[in-house]
């Protein structure tokens, strides 16, 4: 009989090609076209958890079904709850892809197909490592909940909905969120934080009805200008925000973690050149630029709606307009006191020839997860040791609603890693997945399951 | 033999019956449904025309014909070319009309339906009182020319080419262009002065694709944020603009116009509830409401297309934005050397961390009338005379191509006046012409061909 790494290893093409398959499903939650679609990814990885006799249940919700798989029979041990999700975002635009999206091609060692990174290529890691273990010793070394979700990239609503409902089953010792990504090739990473977010819209209205630029230009409030003044006001030419107080919670990150951000294989002028394409990067003077995207609270207009912005032109005074907005928050700032102080800030730098109001959603809450929690530190041998180089803490910029989810309502600590890298283009065109990183994580995971 | 202001008198039910007539056509310019209608009107206009046996030509351009006639049976005297359209602004909301838009009503003294005040009551006025002569002594005091477009509300410009191609035939001393209003009710006016206009689009870029803004928000520029530090870096809160030289060519104007604004019977707490509707009316200090809509140049943004404008939100830093943006001008600023100081300047303020491009468009000049021009002067006392009330000296805000074209190509003193009201919802829904102020057009028309 086999070790499971001898099983693994005897089945890199076995695995790579359930990959393939599973690619092969367009699963984009977002587009209705693909319900169907959607689904049969679901049923897909119930078969394939199946197949190794797992007790698999498809947990319906109000979109698409949660896959639900556990193996508890290591009484005594620790349980690992793991996340993913099996759906996808959508393709536009087709042509810029090289090679068709959901027909998975391999070039220069790297398998592209929409989903390969994001999050499939991460999902199926696990569920192999899994594998390894059950088809040689028949045993896992911990327990182990499986939960995958297919409304990622369209909402999460159906497993807030269930974590939120069902903490007792979903009880473990550990989560393992398995949709982050490495820190460069070759160099795995654990994501140790999260900016929250907050967001909303400011609505200005001046005049009754919209009116002709040219017979009240001069008297009538531009609700356009309007936004512009309290746009400024809201945030400095070198990206300072100016609401009062909402720098107060702040907490900088450890020096420790931020020396070793420092020691990170990051290229400013590649990263401005290859990921941003603008002339030049934004941003508070006094902090690099990993820590303004990791660890510092920004605010961005999204859109501003109103007025006329079809071609040609048309000299409208509009009565409306309305920017969107939203703030990434850190730990320890709280998004309902930060969305107070952002409606406060706005309604006293309006000019008063205008109403304006604030409307602000749902926040979510910045995570940070401590390095010293027995998990994380098992993790990081764990990817250590698989990828041969040392696992490196990263933050991400991002909001991850189920992190906060698991680390807030089900007080676990939190393990945040993947092997995504940096180009994968998880949103875009061409999508990728390193496949040796895909074999080094499925070794990576088998470690952890050890090292736990 | 009646006299012609008999004749008139006489015919008040005959003059509403044909406005009646005509306002039943649909005559919507802009809108290829309506074609059939607005070609309908002009030939409604040139039977009229022609039933006074008037030689009457329908000249055909790229659009909708105008409609020319002449009477030059007085060799010696003064030639008038007078200026209208037969084209109507849009209904909708049509919901929102008392009585169907293109079904006449009266009620309170007021005729009501799409075209009354703008320009078919109008024009209607002037061949009311070229039919009060020729039905009666059979010639006019001056000779006439009649020139009747139907694309005033779609951009004239089938009117535009045949001026500057026909200069000769449209020889003349002096123009009337009906296209304007009374200051108030039975207050008529002149208007002097026009503002000119051009504008074009501010573009902005920062990254080379949309960006997530969790993932890169603190150092990815937002072309939004910078289009708010750009538009008010060009106007300050108290709306004066602040590009280098703009304000070296305006010319105020004269003491005694300026006098004669303030003796209007204006009141500006009634016309910023009526009109307007905002919580106050805003512009440069040290200059009233009236100067600032007809003598002070401003700057207007119209709309900001980029981003994410939809229901819901999506957190992205968009690649792109823009704003749509318009200077009026006035005397004696020149389109072309604003257009280059406007550019000039937003290149100079945009942040170094985005791209950014301006494109103007083709500008229309500022126009100033002197009131000492002798069909000015006969206009007034004209006026006066009919209204029972002094004539006042007036402006608009707002930009009337074809009357630079009359004064600029043709060189012409333009007498620009109406029985339009303030509150005539020209271009809204339940647009009116009092019916008093129609028939004393009619006279008044007939008192200015005697005093040229």
């Given at each position: 009989m086999p070790s499971p790494v001898e099983f693994a290893d005897a089945h890199r093409a076995r695995f790579e090609s359930e990959l393939s398959d599973l690619l092969r499903i367009p699963s984009i939650s977002t587009l209705p076209e693909h319900r169907d679609d959607t689904r049969r990814a679901a049923h897909w990885l119930a078969e394939n958890l199946r197949s190794m006799d797992l007790p698999v249940e498809l947990i319906e919700t109000a979109g698409y079904p949660l896959v639900y798989a556990e193996w508890l029979g290591a009484p005594g041990r620790p349980t690992l709850l793991g996340y993913g999700h099996y759906d996808v975002q959508p393709v536009d635009p087709v042509d810029l892809w090289t090679s068709p999206p959901f027909q998975p091609a391999v070039r220069g060692g790297r398998l592209f197909a929409r989903g390969a990174a994001d999050d499939k290529g991460q999902i199926l890691t696990l569920i192999a490592a899994i594998r390894a273990y059950l088809q040689t010793s028949g045993r896992l070394p911990i327990n182990v909940k499986l939960l995958i979700e297919g409304e990622e990239e369209s909402g999460g609503a159906g497993i807030e909905a269930y974590v939120r409902d069902h903490a007792d089953r979903l009880r473990a010792d550990a989560c393992l969120v398995l949709d982050s990504g490495m820190a460069a090739p070759g160099v795995p990473a654990i994501t140790l934080g999260l900016r929250g977010i907050v967001g909303g819209e400011i609505e200005v209205s001046g005049a009754a009805r919209d009116l002709h630029s040219g017979i009240y230009g001069g008297v009538a409030p531009n609700p356009f200008q309007a936004l512009a003044e309290i746009l400024t006001a809201l945030k400095d030419k070198n990206g300072r925000?100016?609401?009062?107080?909402?720098?107060?919670r702040v907490a900088p990150p450890l020096a420790e973690e931020k020396a070793g951000w420092e020691r990170l294989p990051f290229d400013e002028a590649a990263f401005l050149r290859n990921e941003i394409g603008a002339p030049a990067l934004i941003g508070e003077p006094g902090y690099g630029a990993l820590e303004r995207m990791w660890a510092r609270p920004t605010l961005e207009i999204h859109g501003m709606p109103g007025g006329f912005t079809g071609a040609g032109s048309k000299t409208v005074i509009p009565a409306r307009a309305a920017a969107k907005v939203s703030m990434r928050v850190v730990a320890d700032q709280r998004p309902d006191e930060i969305a107070g102080a952002f409606t406060t800030h706005v309604l006293a730098v309006a000019p008063k020839s205008v109403r304006a109001e604030v409307k602000m959603g749902h926040g979510a809450p910045p995570v940070v997860i401590s390095s010293n929690a027995p998990p994380i530190a098992a993790a990081k041998r764990a990817l250590t040791e698989a990828f041969g180089r040392e696992a490196v803490f990263v933050r991400m910029g991002g909001s991850v609603p189920i992190v906060s989810e698991f680390a807030g309502r089900l007080g676990l600590p939190v393990v945040v890693t993947g092997?995504?890298?940096?180009?994968?283009n998880a949103h875009s065109p061409d999508e990728s997945l390193d496949l040796e990183h895909f074999h080094k994580g499925i070794r990576a995971l088998m470690r952890f399951f050890e090292e736990m």
């Open positions: 925000i100016l609401i009062p107080g909402f720098y107060d092997w995504s890298l940096p180009d994968a």
